[in-house]
C-alpha cells in the first residue's frame, strides 16, 4: 500500500529565508506527484505537478523535484514571504483514468516578518 | 465561474441522524471526487464519479453513499451519522482524469457528529 510522509509537520521560518519541504513515498510506481497550498478554513490549491519522466518543475518562487527511485520530493521556495504561510500537501497520483490520489499529511509552515 | 462549491459550510448532527452534502461544479468537469480530512492526516478519499450516473468507492467508503444523477452535481449521504465521521469534507472534480489533470477543490464542509 503506498504511504507518503511529510517531514517536517510543522516549520516557522524567518521572513526572506529559503526552505525545502519534503516529502517521501513507499512504492515507487506512482504515474505523477502534485504539491497543493491548503489555506485555514480553504480548499487545496494545486502549486506544481510533476509527471513521472520529469526531475523538476518550476512556477515563480517555487521549484519542486522528483525522484522515483529514492521515493522523494522536494518543496523549494525561495526568498519565503508571510504571504507563504500555509500547509503545504504532497499527493502521489496513482494511475490513468480517475485520478486516486495519496496524500502526506502535510507541513504546516509559518513565515515570521 | 464559481468553480467547485459545496453546501453547506457547517454542520452538527446527533449520533444515528441522516444528512446529505453537495457538491456542484461549473467546470463541465465529468470527474468529481469526495475526500475527508481528519486531523493530522492527509486527504483520504471516501467515492469518486467517471461521469453522470456512474460512482465507484475509494479508500475508506464505509457509512458512505453517494449520487451522480447530473453531470455537476455530486452527492455524498450519510444515512446514519456516528462520532467517527467528524471530520472536513473535501469535494473535487478534474476535466477527464488524464494524469497531467490538477483536480479542482472546493471549501470543505466541517461536519462535527455528537
Known amino acids: 500500500k503506498q504511504e507518503v510522509t511529510q517531514i517536517p509537520a510543522a516549520l516557522s521560518v524567518p521572513e526572506g529565508e529559503n526552505l525545502v519541504l519534503n516529502c517521501s513515498f513507499t512504492d515507487s510506481a506512482i504515474y505523477n506527484l502534485q504539491w497543493f497550498r491548503q489555506d485555514p478554513g480553504k480548499g487545496l490549491t494545486s502549486l506544481l505537478l510533476?509527471?513521472?519522466?520529469?526531475r523538476e518543475q518550476t512556477s515563480g518562487r517555487l521549484n519542486a523535484s522528483l525522484d522515483k527511485s529514492s521515493g522523494r520530493s522536494t518543496l523549494y521556495i525561495a526568498a519565503s514571504q508571510p504571504g507563504d504561510s500555509a500547509t503545504y500537501l504532497c499527493?502521489?497520483?496513482?494511475?490513468?483514468?480517475?485520478?486516486?490520489?495519496?496524500f502526506g499529511q502535510g507541513t504546516r509552515l509559518t513565515i515570521n516578518p | 465561474n464559481a468553480g467547485v462549491t459545496q453546501t453547506p459550510k457547517f454542520r452538527v448532527l446527533k449520533t444515528g441522524q441522516s444528512m446529505t452534502l453537495l457538491c456542484a461544479q461549473d467546470?463541465?468537469?465529468?470527474?468529481m471526487y469526495w475526500y475527508r480530512q481528519d486531523p493530522g492526516m492527509g486527504l483520504r478519499l471516501i467515492h469518486y464519479?467517471?461521469?453522470?450516473?456512474?460512482?465507484a468507492k475509494g479508500e475508506v467508503p464505509d457509512g458512505y453513499n453517494v449520487s451522480r444523477l447530473k453531470k455537476q452535481n455530486f452527492l455524498l449521504g450519510l444515512e446514519s451519522a456516528a462520532p467517527s465521521q467528524t471530520s472536513v469534507y473535501f469535494c473535487?472534480?478534474?476535466?477527464?482524469?488524464?494524469?497531467?489533470?490538477?483536480?479542482?477543490f472546493g471549501p470543505g464542509t466541517r461536519l462535527t457528529v455528537l
Open positions: 473535487a472534480s478534474s476535466y477527464i482524469g488524464v494524469s497531467t489533470d490538477t483536480q479542482y
Open positions: 499527493a502521489v497520483i496513482l494511475g490513468w483514468g480517475a485520478q486516486k490520489l495519496v
Open positions: 464519479s467517471v461521469g453522470e450516473g456512474t460512482t
Open positions: 467546470m463541465n468537469h465529468e470527474y
Open positions: 510533476i509527471q513521472s519522466s520529469q
